[in-house]
């Protein structure tokens, strides 16, 4: 498919990589002919769609060699006047030209595509290379059950305020939903949202209930211990607040589960009342 690429080991980690060292080597001489710009498209096309939104690749590594690999390439096709005219189009009428030239050949034009899914054509034409990229995102809802344990997660605040844009409550809601009286020894993991970081005083708090054993804090997730479940439900609250914004912020997980038995599980999520 106009690809081309080296594997470096077997779960694909390692092929961008490798993959930029190759590209380097070919165009190590002073002057590069057409022939090997040729030979070397193929292997630019594949590392630029290992490219991730950002710009970064799968570790430092890569991104490193990648990028100083793109960056030869680069120069080695530079023309003094670019005059490049992209035009993008789909089957529902959405018509965007994009055109690069030696004014804006180093900003990034961006467009939201408006069908998804749908069916888009590029055609390009004039004088100059241009990196086109796509890229897609999209969140998995979690697959709730209350088999179980019926778990919700939610703040408080509930809505925005000033306060909540930087501190806020996580309360966590659960109970034993199975045919047991009780349940054996839980673990409640709750995800830190990006960015976040939890008060420590109000870890302690949670020991103030009489069935949690211990909490544990991670890099990125709050672990909290409980001796056992009934059907009566428990509620579990500690504060968080952002030490580091972060964009396009995404909701965080919550999971519990049986320390005896991981198969007996549950899942909810939670998002900072400010996300929108």
Known sequence: DGNKYWAADTNGNGDTEISSYVLLTLLSDQTTSQTVIEE???VVNWIIKRQRPQGGFH???????????????????YTDNPDVTVSLRSLSGF???????????????????????????????GTGCAFIQTHLKYHTPLAKSDTFFALTASTNPSVCTSESKKEFDVVIEASYSGERTVTNEVILEVQLLSGFFPIKKSLRKLKANPIVEKTEVGSDKVTIYLEKL??????FRFTIYQDLHVKNLQAAKVKIYDAYAPDEQAFADYNSPCHT
Do not use: C
Not at 65 to 76: D, G, P, R, S
């Open 230 to 235: 009934t059907h009566e439900a428990e509620s």
């Open 59 to 77: 570790s430092p590594q890569s991104t490193a060699v990648a990028l100083q690999a793109l960056t030869i390439y680069t120069k080695a096709t």
């Open 40 to 42: 070397v498209s193929p």
């Open 95 to 125: 018509n965007r030209q994009f055109h690069v030239d030696k004014k804006n050949g180093l900003l990034t034009q961006r467009e939201t595509l408006p069908d998804i899914p749908g069916e888009y054509t590029l055609v390009a034409t």
